[in-house]
């Protein structure tokens, strides 16, 4: 990520916290709806991130080609287009975290949408045939969002069926699990914690979760700690938070091993 695009998402989180009345559901699904459209058209993402046209101009444009929105929806978007970005193609997923975050504040307490972003990817990990039909670059995007209503619909938050949806409709090349856990590395630090995804062996207990927690808390903060179960590992522990991974499994230091002798 370039430094003008860390600037632009840096300016729109701003933007969240200064306009709370944006902070519904119905604004973080505009601002999906208009990433999508927007990912659609070369000469409009081009429009919207063209260095050379001034503010005004990029207002005018945001105003007219997405006039069905609402005034919160379209103030944010411009905020978005009138900074600048390092690419282009940045600017898509500038749009997408935006709208995770207006998601993120819009829950209310006790939804605990990373928590539901975990369990949809361990489900789609576990299900090859649900992986393809979600994952697929050749299908259908409204069926896929069709899809995702009907597994998740009364068994997930109305924000994480609506993230969901928007990730299968426009996955920007990413696969389905770095998808889910993209969007909740960024729901969980809007709502000020961070994910840790922790991969054992065999699961955990209470009291090893919470002192992994304290452990990993003086360097991250506070968090939510998610388990995946892997025998392969055969012992010790994976550690993921965002990109920093701390990896002292047995199968990594057998497979070190094995190199040492090689060599």
Avoid: C
């Amino acid at each position: 990520m370039g430094s003008a695009t860390r600037e632009a998402v840096a300016a729109a989180k701003a933007a969240i916290a200064a306009r709370p009345s944006a902070a519904t559901l119905a604004v973080g699904e505009e601002l999906f709806s208009a990433g999508r459209a927007i990912g659609g058209s070369a000469q409009l993402l081009g429009a919207l991130t063209d260095p050379s046209a001034g503010a005004k101009e990029k207002a005018r444009l945001v105003d007219s080609v997405f006039s069905s929105l609402g005034d919160e929806s379209r103030s944010l978007l411009t905020g978005l287009a009138q900074s600048r970005w390092s690419e282009a193609s940045d600017f898509l997923f500038g749009v997408e975290e935006l709208g995770l975050r207006v998601m993120a504040s819009s829950a209310e307490s006790g939804v605990d949408i990373p928590a539901e972003l975990f369990a949809f990817g361990q489900l789609v990990g576990t299900n090859a045939e649900l992986e393809l039909a979600v994952g697929s670059k050749l299908g259908d995007p409204s069926a896929k969002a069709a899809l995702i209503a009907s597994l998740l619909g009364g068994r997930a938050s109305d924000q994480t069926i609506a993230i969901v949806s928007h990730l299968v409709q426009q996955p920007l090349g990413r696969r389905i699990g770095a998808l889910l856990a993209s969007a909740a590395d960024i729901v969980a630090d809007q709502s000020g914690l961070a994910v840790a995804t922790v991969t054992v062996a065999s699961r955990l207990d209470d009291g090893q979760v919470d002192r992994l927690r304290a452990a990993l808390a003086k360097t991250y903060g506070e968090l939510r700690i998610n388990q995946i179960i892997d025998p392969d590992i055969i012992g010790g522990v994976r550690v993921a938070v965002a990109s920093d991974v701390i990896d002292d499994t047995v199968a990594t230091r057998l497979k070190e091993l094995k190199l040492q002798l090689v060599g």
